[in-house]
């Protein structure tokens, strides 16, 4: 079945960086648009960025476009966030999502915690 396994999430300062990763199984990785989401304490989750199957044009929120880049190599099934100059109010559970058919399948989320 499609499994999505997050990883990479911690407790950063202001400024800083982290990468989170994407490990997906069950289906074929480069057929499909992989998203990242976040959700944050009381608050509804958001889309964060969408990267096609076979790379080419993404799309990013907002709020993170020109300091988290969204990337996947088809070859180890793993999509992955740079996320850069990191600020308090990215803090989050972020998501992966894939939507294959009429399933959508959402990863267990990895914390990420921005504070000094």
């Known amino acids: 079945q499609v499994q999505l396994v997050e990883s990479g999430g911690g407790l950063v300062q202001p400024g800083g960086s982290l990468r989170l990763s994407c490990a997906a199984s069950?289906?074929?990785?480069?057929?499909?648009?992989m998203s990242w989401y976040r959700q944050a304490p009381g608050k509804e989750r958001e889309l964060v960025a969408t990267?096609?199957?076979?790379?080419?044009?993404?799309n990013y929120a907002d709020s993170v476009k020109g300091r988290f880049t969204i990337a996947r190599d088809n070859a180890k099934n793993t999509m992955y966030l740079q996320m850069n100059s990191l600020k308090p109010e990215d803090t989050a559970v972020y998501y992966c999502?894939?939507?294959?058919?009429?399933?959508?399948?959402w990863g267990q989320g990895t914390q990420v915690t921005v504070s000094s």
């Open positions: 990267m096609p199957g076979r790379g080419g044009y993404t």
């Open positions: 999502n894939v939507i294959t058919g009429t399933l959508r399948t």
């Open positions: 069950g289906f074929t990785f480069s057929d499909y648009a």
